[in-house]
T-cell receptor, first 113, second 114 residues
Framework: DQQVKQNSPSLSVQEGRISILNCDYTNSMFDYFLWYKKYPAEGPTFLISISSIKDKNEDGRFTVFLNKSAKHLSLHIVPSQPGDSAVYFCAASASNTGNQFYFGTGTSLTVIP | DAGITQSPRHKVTETGTPVTLRCHQTENHRYMYWYRQDPGHGLRLIHYSYGVKDTDKGEVSDGYSVSRSKTEDFLLTLESATSSQTSVYFC?????????????FGAGSRLTVL
């Protein structure tokens, strides 16, 4: 059973506009959430994270929002750039299970110049 | 840079043959992982290790075994490869970043089982 879900397999956005990628989770024990970016033929790279004690974390053009009551997080990219075109995975972990990470199925973002 | 090297990067094999993928890291990280990536499934954990000779199963461990005889090497073995094991395999290590654990991945090993 998928504990982390990304229900949108793909997303297309015009350059300069906002990209919003969504992620839902089912396990209420998750207390740390991460976003990864993956280009073809490369390994995923860490982008940004958020702890459950926060509801927002910002790093440059990237902001992650966490809504614990809805078990939902989102990644906002503003402004979107063609180089942001990649597959984005959200992931979650629970401190009581140590170093296990659970990933969503990914959203393929295309930023149109 | 966590210094993760996966080998081989590409392999084509036949059903029923054994296959071993190697992950090598240079920074003495305790935790190492093997994931597979498949369309529609994202990244799924196969096995992970929390020290030399200490390993545990992940979500999709059937048909796979692992070994870690040295801190720097984590081997993934398919005893008898099947077509359903055609996938891209990623090794990862866990390291601290801003007070929390973050996975850092290798470049991947693409395995095709004919």
């Amino acid at each position: 059973d998928q504990q982390v879900k990304q229900n949108s397999p793909s997303l297309s956005v015009q350059e300069g506009r906002i990209s919003i990628l969504n992620c839902d989770y089912t396990n209420s024990m998750f207390d740390y959430f991460l976003w990864y970016k993956k280009y073809p033929a490369e390994g995923p790279t860490f982008l940004i994270s958020i702890s459950s004690i926060k509801d927002k974390n910002e790093d440059g053009r990237f902001t992650v929002f966490l809504n614990k009551s809805a078990k939902h997080l989102s990644l906002h990219i503003v402004p979107s750039q063609p180089g942001d075109s990649a597959v984005y995975f959200c992931a979650a972990s629970a401190s009581n299970t140590g170093n296990q990470f659970y990933f969503g199925t990914g959203t393929s973002l295309t930023v149109i110049p | 840079d966590a210094g993760i090297t996966q080998s081989p990067r590409h392999k084509v094999t036949e059903t029923g043959t054994p296959v071993t993928l190697r992950c090598h890291q240079t920074e003495n990280h305790r935790y190492m992982y093997w994931y597979r990536q498949d369309p529609g499934h994202g990244l799924r954990l196969i096995h992970y290790s929390y020290g030399v000779k200490d390993t545990d199963k992940g979500e999709v461990s059937d048909g796979y075994s692992v070994s870690r005889s040295k801190t720097e090497d984590f081997l993934l073995t398919l005893e008898s490869a099947t077509s359903s094991q055609t996938s891209v395999y990623f090794c990862a290590i866990s390291e601290r970043y801003s007070g929390a654990n973050v996975l850092t991945f290798g470049a991947g090993s693409r395995l095709t089982v004919l």
